[in-house]
């Protein structure tokens, strides 16, 4: 059974630097183009950003672009999420998830519904 688990979400002050990882047990990750999404508290989840399966293609949100990088290690089947310069809108808990409904490629902006094995989503809290 596909089972992503995300860590490394927490508290940290504006300008600062959080990694997220998604781990994943079960499957073979790099079958899967890997999706971060986020949600804030009386908003819709947004897709983030999105990582083919073989890592060869990425897209990101106005609003992270150049703060934010997605990668994959596929040996270790996990991707990350390295946000920098984090400001207090980036205040949300973070999820990934992976897409069953494309072969390792995806379509941006993000289908929510073309993915699944969502993770219980990390914390991340950006504040003075």
């Known amino acids: 059974q596909l089972q992503l688990v995300e860590s490394g979400g927490g508290l940290v002050q504006p300008g600062g630097s959080l990694r997220l990882s998604c781990a994943a047990s079960g499957f073979t990750l790099d079958y899967y183009a890997i999706g971060w999404f986020r949600q804030a508290p009386g908003k819709e989840r947004e897709g983030v950003s999105c990582i083919s399966g073989s890592g060869g293609r990425t897209n990101y949100v106005d609003s992270v672009k150049g703060r934010f990088t997605i990668s994959r290690d596929n040996a270790k089947n996990t991707v990350y999420l390295q946000m920098n310069s984090l400001k207090p809108e980036d205040t949300a808990i973070y999820y990934c998830?992976?897409?069953?409904?494309?072969?390792?490629?995806?379509?941006?902006?993000?289908?929510?519904?073309?993915?699944?094995?969502w993770g219980q989503g990390t914390q991340v809290t950006v504040s003075s």
């Open positions: 998830a992976a897409n069953v409904a494309n072969t390792g490629d995806y379509y941006w902006p993000l289908f929510i519904t073309d993915f699944g094995s």
